[in-house]
């Protein structure tokens, strides 16, 4: 059976999160599948070790390639599935554009979100709903495997040691109403430290504010710090595997940590709280003085650390 999935969501996050339906669908038809996705989601990074995925497809259309937009890649991205002869697709969209080309394409079995539904969508339940068409029923709980020696061989490289209580810190986000102040972080390390033998790992990126706060954290606390923004997801990932706990903004690295079976504290600012509980390995923190969170929420200065410190050493203990 030749198996294509497609997720046109652009995340790290948004493709974890996808990870167990297509582990569900791959299992239902004793078949690998193909995937067809975006760069930006870096699945390249992180689903070495995930046997139910045969290769992976990427869909060019962005600001960097835009080879499928238009009519043209319209027929250029038909052309494109047509050679891999697929038996079923499953679109996890609500887009016409895939299904005309999949149709076009002549792949017979074509399971897809209802048409033009896009607005209000629930990212997991309509996932859900999708997949009970072929009487699957699929629980929320997405898995990363990595290899034992690659975590070895991170532990060894970045003198890991057993006797602290390794933490990661995601201290980026993919936009600044998601990126905590780093004087947050910084007093959630202050009550960490007067109680536990912490190292604390750093995972951010490049950008201009996510470096400001990564070193007003490194100006104050440089010898129990290891910055990972020179690293690859990939190099992160058994770096995390070594951590006993993670506490992250909602960004990538909430989600891998999570799907790696760290407990990971999820601090929700700005965006649906769906996207820091989905997993039971998630445990989130929302503002003070709020209710529930989403977009537009603008809650990162209510983050509060003692709760953080709270949650952390519930888990910890």
Not at 236 to 261: E, R, T, V
Request: charged share 25%; glycine share 4%; with cysteine.
């Amino acid at each position: 059976m030749n198996i294509l999935v497609i997720q046109n969501r652009m995340g790290i996050g948004d493709m974890v999160i996808f990870l167990p339906f297509v582990e569900a669908i791959s299992k239902k038809y004793k078949s690998p599948v193909t995937l067809l996705i975006k760069e930006s989601t870096k699945a390249n990074e992180y689903i070495d070790n995930l046997k139910y995925i045969k290769e992976i497809i990427y869909l060019k259309r962005d600001r960097k390639n835009n080879q499928h937009n238009g009519l043209f890649g319209f027929f250029k991205l038909k052309n494109e599935i047509k050679e891999k002869q697929f038996d079923k697709v499953f679109i996890f969209n609500s887009s016409l554009r895939y299904r005309l080309i999949c149709r076009i394409a002549g792949i017979k079995s074509i399971y897809q979100y209802p048409l033009f539904e896009k607005k209000g969508q629930h990212i997991i339940e309509a996932a859900q709903k999708l997949l009970k068409k072929i009487n699957l029923a699929v629980e929320s709980n997405p898995q990363i495997k990595i290899s034992e020696n690659s975590i070895r061989l991170a532990e060894k490289n970045f003198s890991i040691s057993k006797s602290k209580i390794n933490i990661l810190l995601g201290i980026g986000g993919s936009g600044p109403t998601k990126r905590i102040p780093a004087e947050k972080f910084k007093k959630f390390i202050d009550l960490a430290i007067k109680n536990y033998n912490c190292m604390f790992y750093l995972a951010t990126g490049k950008n201009k504010e996510e470096q400001s706060i990564l070193n007003s954290i490194l100006l104050s606390y440089k010898e129990i710090c290891v910055p990972l923004d020179n690293n690859s997801i990939s190099e992160i990932l058994p770096i995390i595997k070594n951590c006993k706990i993670a506490i992250c903004n909602d960004s990538s690295f909430s989600h891998l940590s999570a799907a790696l079976n760290i407990p990971t504290i999820v601090l929700m600012s700005d965006t649906p709280l769906l996207y820091g509980s989905y997993s039971p390995n998630m445990y989130p923190i929302i503002p003070d003085g709020m209710n529930v969170v989403s977009h537009n929420s603008r809650g990162k200065e209510k983050i509060n650390p003692e709760k953080i410190f709270t949650k952390f050493k519930l888990i910890i203990n």
